[in-house]
């Protein structure tokens, strides 16, 4: 038993100071906001029922989705899944929770640029993330609008 705790103390100390240098290394490209964003990221995940539903594929293979309900004319929920990087998880994130409250016009207007403001920047090799991000938001609002036409048309 005691060679177990010491292997486990070993391993833990270990990935600790794994953690320490991508930390350490992490800070020097990325800002603290997206660091925050990417570690612990909100409204990962897909909405239930989404009033809309939209993709977009990166220029890196990374690709976003973003589901969406509304409630009148808000976004009342917001949920993104991504098989990006860290840039792109903090992307997401930080797109979803601007992004609930504004009604379906404000939420289009939504610029790439305004969201690399909101993260404190990135890298060039990562900037493409918040158009990927902001295409995929406005994807799933068009996908809303084109669905509630289709349900006041009556289309099935």
């Known amino acids: 038993m005691t060679g177990d705790r010491k292997e486990s103390s070993e391993l833990d100390r270990i990935v600790q ?3 320490s240098v991508l930390e350490s290394e992490d800070s020097k490209i990325y800002s603290e ?3 925050a964003e ?3 990221p909100a409204n990962v995940g897909w909405v239930a029922d989404a009033d809309g539903r939209g993709i977009a594929d990166g220029l890196c293979n990374d690709t976003m989705e973003i589901t969406l309900k509304l409630d009148g004319d ?3 929920k ?3 899944f991504t098989d990006g990087c860290g840039a792109t ?3 997401g994130s930080r797109l979803t929770k601007i992004a609930i409250g504004k009604n379906v016009d404000e939420a289009l ?4 640029d305004y969201l690399a403001d909101l993260l404190g920047g990135l890298p060039d090799d990562h900037k493409h993330c918040t158009s ?5 938001l406005r994807n799933a609002l068009r996908d809303c609008v084109r669905r509630r036409r289709e349900k006041e048309d009556g289309e099935p």
């Open 17 to 19: 100071n794994i953690m």
């Open 33 to 35: 906001e997206v660091i």
């Open 38 to 40: 990417f570690r612990d």
């Open 74 to 76: 808000r976004v009342a």
């Open 78 to 80: 917001c949920m993104f």
């Open 89 to 91: 998880i903090a992307c």
């Open 109 to 112: 207007e939504i610029e790439p």
């Open 132 to 136: 990927l991000a902001v295409i995929a």
